[in-house]
């Protein structure tokens, strides 16, 4: 069975700049997934973790087969193709407050949080999801992962007057130049990607510097983050986020993902420990991008 190991962990800023939080694991084939579990079962047990509600969401998606040619055939430019709808289910379990949501797919689980505390508590609740999945979807246990990766999202703006280049660490983040404008949008955006790999662990960290003018729609999550409406999670921001934006100050969202790939094992094995050492990598990441005046304005405890 899954072991929830408990770790110390505190909050480090009052006023964080966290949008949301994500934990995921990726597996390599779970076969007949939507049809060997009960759904009702699984979401009544998470019930005690907080999950009142559930959505269904069908993806649907095309699978092409190029079946065999004759040698007629290929000469003549004939191509034999067998073309499948595919619907996959995917479940949505969410709280009432609709913070937290955990997306149950064919090939993955993710857990994403809105209203972060601490690690030591999102992964506890990651590791509590498993362990009911476990009781509720045979195989999952013994399942051998590909991926597991967790991902902070930051937004990172001003306090009013105040240049959000002050928060950032110039070893990080690119020169204010503008490379791309939409007249769409309304937003002249900057944006710079490192990747770099450290004891068998890789990290990407997308930074996008937004300079919002009159009109601007704001981009807040990343479209792989984004959901629809229906299950769509509830952001929360530091105090001052509304005084930034209402008087169009640059902000920033960095976005930092730490995942493996590889000797992964199995859920059985307590895969998700792994998470730590991922969590770790972020924190580190996201030291060296930030100032001592973000820290210290972040800190505050009045928000002021």
Excluded at 181 to 192: A, D, G, I, Q, Y
Excluded at 245 to 272: P, R
């Amino acid at each position: 069975m899954i072991k929830v190991i408990k770790t110390e962990d505190s909050k480090p800023y009052k006023n964080v700049p966290l949008v949301m939080a994500v934990i995921d694991i990726s597996f390599s084939e779970l076969p007949n997934f939507e049809k060997k579990f009960d759904i009702e079962e699984l979401a009544e047990s998470l019930f005690k973790l907080g999950f009142t509600e559930k959505e269904k969401i069908n993806l649907n998606g095309l699978e092409v087969r190029i079946e065999d040619r004759s040698d007629k055939d290929y000469s003549q430019g004939v191509s034999h193709t067998n073309t499948n709808h595919i619907t996959r289910t995917h479940w949505v379990l969410l709280n009432h407050e609709r913070t937290t949501a955990l997306h149950i797919l064919s090939d993955k689980i993710i857990l994403k949080v809105t209203d972060y505390t601490t690690f030591k508590n999102f992964k506890e609740l990651f590791e509590k999801c498993l362990m009911e999945c476990s009781k509720n979807i045979p195989l999952l246990e013994s399942a051998h992962a590909k991926r597991i990766g967790v991902r902070y999202l930051d937004l990172i703006a001003p306090k009013l007057n105040v240049d959000v280049n002050e928060y950032l660490g110039k070893e990080w983040h690119a020169p204010s130049s503008f490379i791309s404008k939409s007249e769409s949008r309304k937003l002249l955006v900057n944006k710079t990607t490192q990747f770099y790999e450290d004891d068998n662990v890789k990290v990407k960290l997308d930074s996008t510097q937004f300079y919002p003018s009159n009109g601007a729609n704001i981009g807040i999550v990343p479209d792989d983050l984004a959901d629809d409406e229906r299950i769509a999670l509830k952001i929360k921001f530091v105090p001052w986020i509304a005084d930034s934006m209402d008087n169009k100050q640059s902000y920033v969202l960095l976005d930092i993902d730490a995942f493996k790939e590889d000797n992964l094992g199995t859920v059985g094995n307590n895969l998700v420990e792994i998470a730590s050492d991922l969590r770790d990598k972020v924190r580190v990441s996201f030291k060296d991008y930030i100032t001592d005046k973000a820290e210290k304005d972040w800190s505050n405890k009045h928000g002021k």
